[in-house]
T-cell receptor
Framework: DVKVTQSSRYLVKRTGEKVFLECVQDMDHENMFWYRQDPGLGLRLIYFSYDVKMKEKGDIPEGYSVSREKKERFSLILESASTNQTSMYLC???????????????????FGPGTRLTVL | QKEVEQNSGPLSVPEGAIASLNCTYSDRGSQSFFWYRQYSGKSPELIMSIYSNGDKEDGRFTAQLNKASQYVSLLIRDSQPSDSATYLCAVNSGKLIFGQGTELSVKP
């Protein structure tokens, strides 16, 4: 079974703090993703990575950075937490696809349990 | 225009009935389609993948894909209260795009 783990289920931080959210997968997946999920806004992609030390901005990268030093680990960093970053953060991973139109780019993503972050 | 659209619900069905969840998408080039189930306060769980036109069955779940109509659906037969959750449709259009989800409530 695919297993994606996240460092914390619940986290409370203060405005201005630097926050690290860690994600680890054990299926040798090339792709890893960070989303946030908010009521009424659905799942929004923050950053993703196709390989070690590689990162790509998603739809809402502002205020976030990421790090991927090892294939199995993908970290999300809030440089200076703000109250509008209070959210559920979800990490996901998948095998690498070869692009749109290729059946091998199935991109089945498997999610970790999520981290509920509250910024006060 | 949203790229993946779902009725938000809530969709309420009695126990034992068939629940029908629908999803439309805008990118005709999309090649793979997924249904996720998300219980309140939990993360999404992949329950079905479909890549070809037609039906794909897995236990009580059937996914249906019609690429010409840009439509994908999920049928849940013999619905159980434990099926009460939000169901997310996701479409691979070069990247995975999620719908907002449909809330399903199965009443005993």
């Amino acid at each position: 079974d695919v297993k994606v783990t996240q460092s914390s289920r619940y986290l409370v931080k203060r405005t201005g703090e630097k926050v690290f959210l860690e994600c680890v997968q054990d299926m040798d997946h090339e792709n890893m993703f960070w989303y946030r999920q908010d009521p009424g806004l659905g799942l929004r992609l923050i950053y993703f990575s196709y390989d070690v030390k590689m990162k790509e901005k998603g739809d809402i990268p502002e205020g976030y950075s990421v790090s991927r030093e090892k294939k199995e680990r993908f970290s999300l960093i809030l440089e200076s937490a703000s109250t509008n970053q209070t959210s559920m953060y979800l990490c996901a991973s998948s095998f690498l696809g070869s692009g749109q139109g290729d059946p091998s780019s199935y991109n089945e993503q498997f999610f970790g349990p999520g981290t509920r972050l509250t910024v006060l | 225009q949203k790229e993946v659209e779902q009725n938000s619900g809530p969709l309420s069905v009695p126990e034992g009935a068939i629940a029908s969840l629908n999803c439309t998408y805008s990118d005709r080039g999309s090649q793979s389609f997924f249904w996720y189930r998300q219980y309140s306060g939990k993360s999404p769980e992949l329950i079905m993948s479909i890549y070809s036109n037609g039906d794909k069955e897995d236990g009580r779940f059937t996914a249906q894909l019609n690429k010409a109509s840009q439509y994908v659906s999920l049928l849940i037969r013999d619905s159980q209260p434990s099926d009460s959750a939000t169901y997310l449709c996701a479409v691979n259009s070069g990247k995975l795009i999620f719908g907002q989800g449909t809330e399903l409530s199965v009443k005993p």
